[in-house]
């Protein structure tokens, strides 16, 4: 016959009486419990130590992290400034190009009146006047008294052959009582040459 022991804290003796250890059943119990709680120890353990290691070392690092944010937020308020500045140039320079410009067209359109004066001043023959000038963007409308037809033509034709002036085209020509005697009234249109 084959003795199967399933109480580990009875001894059997060869004797032929069994022998109870009661003590070595709780001692292995309380052996392995202790064993068990050792290994739940030593992950908090090793946790709070592996902590109060590191710990410092983070805290410098974020603190040297921190130190460079307000450098960093610093610098970053300093350019804003430095942005401000250049997009206020950048606006002031935009607003005086747009008045050279202004002067430059005022300035070209004045020396185009001027140059129309010279060649109005060059070309009117005598007992010939002008009553109305006008130069506006590109034409040019005149009115005027003549004391022939003769001078208008002539002057028509000394208005077209003029380099400042195209499509030169008599609008009105009509005789007129002027003082007691007869003048031609005339209304002459053109174009300003566009310039280069």
């Known amino acids: 016959m084959i ?3 399933l109480r580990p804290d009875i001894i059997i003796s060869t004797e032929g009486g069994p022998e ?3 003590d070595t059943a709780d001692s292995e119990i309380k052996r392995k419990g202790l064993v068990h709680i050792a290994v739940m120890m030593i992950i ?3 946790l709070y130590v592996y902590g109060a290691q590191e710990k410092p ?3 410098s690092q974020i603190e040297v992290l921190n130190s460079q944010i307000a450098e960093l937020t610093t610098f970053n ?3 804003n400034a430095i942005v401000a500045e250049i997009t206020k140039i950048e606006n002031d320079e935009k607003d005086v190009e747009k008045k050279i410009d202004a002067i430059s067209s005022l300035t070209q359109g004045r020396l185009v009146e001027i140059q129309v004066l010279d060649l109005l001043q060059t070309i009117t023959r005598d007992k010939m006047w002008m009553k109305s000038i006008q130069v506006d963007n590109s034409t040019v409308s005149l009115e005027g008294m003549a004391q022939t037809e003769n001078d208008v033509s002539l002057f028509l034709l000394d208005l077209t052959k003029n380099v400042l002036l195209r499509e030169v085209r008599l ?3 009509q005789q007129e009582l002027y003082e007691g005697q007869n003048f031609s009234k005339f209304k002459i249109t053109a174009f300003l040459e566009k310039s280069k």
């Open 3 to 5: 003795k199967i022991n």
């Open 20 to 22: 109870i250890q009661i």
């Open 44 to 46: 908090p353990v090793g």
């Open 57 to 59: 070392q983070k805290l």
């Open 77 to 79: 308020e300093k350019q």
């Open 171 to 173: 609008i009105e020509s």
